[in-house]
C-alpha cells in the first residue's frame, strides 16, 4: 500500500502563489502516476492535474492550465503543485493522489482511478 501526506497549504490574497508537497511512502514502487483533487464545500472533487511517474508526463485540468504546475522528484517519492496566479474560485481542499494501474486521459479524472489519497492540505485564496 501507498501512503500519501500532503502540506503547503494556507491563505494568500488573489494573484499569489502556493506550493504544495505530497509524500509516499510504503509501496511506491507500484506507483504508475500520482495526481491532485481539489473539492470545494459543497462541491464534488473535482481532477486538477496529474504526473506519470516513470516518464513525468502531465496533464491538467482546462481551469488550471497556464498557472499550476506539477512536477515530481522521483528520489524522495515527492509530487509537487506550484499554483501561481491564484484566483478566490481555486479556493479548496487539495488532496493528491496515487495511482497503481494504468490510467488514460480520460479514466484519470475520475476519483476511481486513484487507490490511495493523502488527507488533504487547505487552500484559501482571498479577493
Given at each position: ?96 493522489a ?24 487547505l ?5
Amino acid at each position: 500500500q501507498v501512503q500519501l501526506v500532503e502540506s503547503g497549504g494556507g491563505s494568500v490574497q488573489a494573484g499569489g502563489s502556493l506550493r504544495l508537497s505530497c509524500a509516499a511512502s510504503g509501496r511506491t514502487s507500484s506507483i504508475y502516476g500520482m495526481g491532485w483533487f481539489r473539492q470545494a464545500p459543497g462541491k464534488e472533487r473535482e481532477f486538477v492535474g496529474s504526473i506519470t511517474w516513470s516518464l513525468g508526463s502531465t496533464y491538467y485540468a482546462d481551469s488550471v492550465k497556464g498557472r499550476f504546475t506539477i512536477s515530481r522528484d522521483n528520489a524522495k517519492n515527492t509530487m509537487f503543485l506550484q499554483m501561481n496566479s491564484l484566483k478566490p474560485e481555486d479556493t479548496a481542499r487539495y488532496y493528491c493522489a496515487a495511482a497503481t494501474r494504468v490510467y488514460t486521459r480520460q479514466t484519470m479524472r475520475s476519483t476511481n482511478v486513484w487507490d490511495a489519497w493523502g488527507q488533504g492540505t487547505l487552500v484559501t485564496v482571498s479577493s
